[in-house]
Structures are given as structure tokens and as C-alpha cells.
């Protein structure tokens, strides 16, 4: 049962239209503005953007790509997570995660590398798996053992986690020690049943998914596995953990992703948020739903990199 707090927190974002003096939710379309939605990104990112204490922001191009380290004090220089932002293949940036994965590095112990992939729709398929895996290829360049990354993702990020794991699989590179997904975008011919039966408790706006689906696939068919790695061949990847709110258009992909890696023998967990928002693990700690599921994808991090010792964010 969702705790009260949880409850009012998800009603306002679900709601978020009323505060702007809007009566319905957004609707989106071919024509809607990228380039605004962007802004409008950066702009609610900022509000919660404080840095933790005993946080260091390192801003480095690595291969031409903009990026930056989040280094908690004492954390194990030698271990790493990559951290794959969302934001429907067309937005999301080092600036508008920053606040968010600096408390998720905190809170693990564990530096964050987070990296700008190429966005759609400037920039369609195979842009932002190419950038990624340059940048994996680039942390192994730097002497990181793959035992000693792993890779994390949220939203449209989550899915490109899976298809990176996919890609490097393919390429025959050596796969990282595990990966999370929260909320991941698996599917981007958007065919699963909770895109209906979830689109009103969505906080989606309406056909967003959609929308940023043509954008990123482009002339590209959405059903192959590195657009859509829930149509891959899954056998041989590493560990996985994968949160999902049940309230999310996206919660059927997250758990078809399961099973299906599940029955391929993967060793893999899956955390189904009872009413729970779309990637509600990042609201930690407005609500106890939240901050209990980001302190278990922490400790899966931990015990998959040798990280043993609990980090105080307060």
C-alpha cells in the first residue's frame, strides 16, 4: 500500500499542468518543440540541483564527448559507474542530472561518470548507442576493469543501458560487472498493453513516447534489438536490476525485459513499484517508497563492485 506522502507526491506530478494554470495535460506531436521541452528540462532540473557535501564535480571531454565525473571523498578510484541519463532520446544533459546523480553517488560511494550523447531527432539512431559505447571503450582506454563498472541508466537511458550491454555482447568487448535500468524504455514500437491501461496515471504528457519514438528510430525500424533491446538475443549478459513504477506507460517494458532475460538464464531482479510514478526511485528522499528503492539499486551496486560500507546522505 502507498505510503500517504508517496500519494501526494505523485498526484502533484501528475497534476503539474494545474500549477502552470493549465486545465489538461500537454499533448504531443510532430510539431511540438524539442527545443523547448529541453529548456523546460533544464529549467525544473535546476530547482533541485544542490550539490551534496563531499561531492567533486570534474567536467572532462573524453573522445569529443562533454562529460563529467561526480567523485564522492574516499571513493575507490579504480571503480565506476556510467551513468546513461534520459530523457526520451531528445533531451537530457550533464547540467539537468547533476543534482540527482550527485546524490546517487553519494549515497553509493561510488564515482559517476555522466556523458552528453548525441540527441534526437539532429541526431537519430545509432547516435547515442555509438557515443556510449565509445565512452565504455573509453574508461576501459583509461585502465577501468570491467569488473569494476557498471552501468546505470534511468527512463530512455535505462533502455540504452540494455541495448549498450547488447552492443558490447555483439562487438565481442568485455561487459560490465552488472547494470541497473529504472523505469527503462525497452520497446520504442510502444505496443504494450500499459501504454493504454497506464496512460492516465502516466506523468507523461500525453503521446509523448510516441513522439520521441520517430524522432530517435528515424528511417530505422524500432524493432531492432539495439533500438529495442526487448526483441534481443539476451543470453550471456551480465547481472541486472531493473526498477519499474507501476503507474508508468513504460512498466510493461521493464517487466517483459525481465521475463525475457529471466527464461534466457540471466540473473536478473525486478522491483514493480505498487502506484509508482515513472522513475519514482529518483524523487529520493521526499517519500519512503523512493528512498527504500534507491538504497536497494545501491546496495546491488555495492555488492556487484565490492562497495560494502553504507554512505550517510544527510
Request: aromatic share 10%; net charge neutral.
Amino acid at each position: 500500500m502507498p505510503s500517504v506522502k508517496s500519494k501526494i507526491f505523485n498526484m502533484m506530478m501528475r497534476n503539474r499542468h494545474l500549477f502552470q494554470g493549465k486545465l489538461k495535460r500537454e499533448v504531443f506531436d510532430d510539431n511540438t518543440s524539442i527545443e523547448d521541452f529541453r529548456k523546460l528540462c533544464e529549467e525544473g532540473a535546476a530547482k533541485y540541483a544542490k550539490i551534496p557535501t563531499g561531492i567533486k564535480i570534474k567536467e572532462e571531454i573524453i573522445n569529443g564527448i562533454k562529460s563529467e565525473w561526480i567523485i564522492p571523498d574516499e571513493a575507490d578510484q579504480e571503480k565506476v559507474i556510467l551513468y546513461v541519463h534520459g530523457g526520451g532520446y531528445v533531451s537530457g544533459s550533464c547540467s539537468d542530472h547533476r543534482g540527482f546523480v550527485s546524490k546517487f553517488a553519494k549515497r553509493c560511494g561510488i564515482i559517476n561518470l555522466v556523458y552528453e550523447y548525441r540527441l534526437a531527432p539532429e541526431h537519430p539512431f545509432p547516435a547515442a548507442l555509438d557515443d556510449s559505447v565509445k565512452i565504455y571503450r573509453s574508461l576501459l582506454d583509461m585502465g577501468k576493469k570491467p569488473e569494476n563498472i557498471i552501468i546505470t541508466g534511468e527512463s530512455a537511458g535505462g533502455g540504452l543501458t540494455l541495448a549498450i550491454l547488447l552492443a558490447l555482447k555483439e562487438n565481442k568487448i568485455p561487459l560490465p560487472a552488472a547494470a541497473v535500468a529504472i523505469s527503462p524504455w525497452t520497446d520504442l514500437t510502444c505496443s504494450s498493453e500499459s501504454y493504454k491501461t497506464k496512460r492516465k496515471v502516466s506523468v507523461a504528457p500525453f503521446n509523448s513516447w510516441l513522439v520521441f519514438s520517430k524522432h530517435y528510430v528515424g528511417s530505422n525500424r524500432a524493432e531492432d534489438p539495439l533500438i529495442s533491446p526487448l526483441f534481443g538475443d539476451l543470453r550471456g549478459l551480465p547481472p541486472i536490476f531493473i526498477n519499474s513504477g507501476e503507474d508508468d506507460e513504460l512498466f510493461d517494458d521493464g517487466k517483459k525485459f525481465y521475463l525475457k532475460a529471466k527464461s534466457a538464464g540471466v540473473e536478473i531482479t525486478f522491483r514493480a513499484g505498487e502506484g509508482m510514478v515513472h522513475c519514482y526511485p529518483l524523487l529520493a528522499p521526499m517519500f519512503k517508497e523512493a528512498t527504500d528503492a534507491i538504497e536497494e539499486i545501491c546496495g546491488f551496486i555495492k555488492m556487484h563492485i565490492g562497495k560494502e560500507e553504507t554512505v550517510d546522505t544527510r
